[in-house]
T-cell receptor, first 113, second 111 residues
Framework: DVKVTQSSRYLVKRTGEKVFLECVQDMDHENMFWYRQDPGLGLRLIYFSYDVKMKEKGDIPEGYSVSREKKERFSLILESASTNQTSMYLC????????????FGPGTRLTVT | QKEVEQDPGPLSVPEGAIVSLNCTYSNSAFQYFMWYRQYSRKGPELLMYTYSSGNKEDGRFTAQVDKSSKYISLFIRDSQPSDSATYLCAMSPTGGFKTIFGAGTRLFVKA
């Protein structure tokens, strides 16, 4: 079974803090994704990585950056957290050649106060 | 207008009912159509995957794609309380890396 794990289930941070969200997958997938999920808006893509050190911006990259130093690990960084970044953050991975069969982690519920 | 529209529900049905979940879309380039199921406080899991038009069946689940109407459906037969979840439709074009998700429909199946 594909397993995608995220470092925290719940996180509370203060405005202006730098926040790191970690994601690890154990199926040797090339593609990894970071989404945020908000009520009524569905999942929105923040960043996508198709290889180590490679990344592409998604729909809402502003205020976020990513790092992929190893194939199995994809980190999302909030440089200076703001209250409008309070959300559920979901990491996903998929094998090479397909972005459609995505396997998701359990999510991190981030609250910025 | 959103690229993918999905009624948020909630949809409440008795156990054993046939459930119909639907999405409409506007981008005719979409070729891959997926349904994900998301239980409360969990990440989405891929349920059904269809390429282009037609039907696909997997146990109690049937996915239908009508590209001429830009309309996709998921049918659940003999619904069970364990089917209670949020169902997300998703779609993507050929060769793209961006999958567009619907906002999800919350389904409750009452025992």
């Amino acid at each position: 079974d594909v397993k995608v794990t995220q470092s925290s289930r719940y996180l509370v941070k203060r405005t202006g803090e730098k926040v790191f969200l970690e994601c690890v997958q154990d199926m040797d997938h090339e593609n990894m994704f970071w989404y945020r999920q908000d009520p009524g808006l569905g999942l929105r893509l923040i960043y996508f990585s198709y290889d180590v050190k490679m990344k592409e911006k998604g729909d809402i990259p502003e205020g976020y950056s990513v790092s992929r130093e190893k194939k199995e690990r994809f980190s999302l960084i909030l440089e200076s957290a703001s209250t409008n970044q309070t959300s559920m953050y979901l990491c996903a991975s998929s094998p090479v050649g397909t972005v459609d069969e995505q396997y998701f982690g359990p999510g991190t519920r981030l609250t910025v106060t | 207008q959103k690229e993918v529209e999905q009624d948020p529900g909630p949809l409440s049905v008795p156990e054993g009912a046939i459930v119909s979940l639907n999405c409409t879309y506007s981008n005719s380039a979409f070729q891959y159509f997926m349904w994900y199921r998301q239980y409360s406080r969990k990440g989405p899991e891929l349920l059904m995957y269809t390429y282009s038009s037609g039907n696909k069946e997997d146990g109690r689940f049937t996915a239908q794609v009508d590209k001429s109407s830009k309309y996709i459906s998921l049918f659940i037969r003999d619904s069970q309380p364990s089917d209670s979840a949020t169902y997300l439709c998703a779609m993507s074009p050929t060769g793209g890396f961006k999958t567009i998700f619907g906002a999800g429909t919350r389904l409750f199946v009452k025992a």
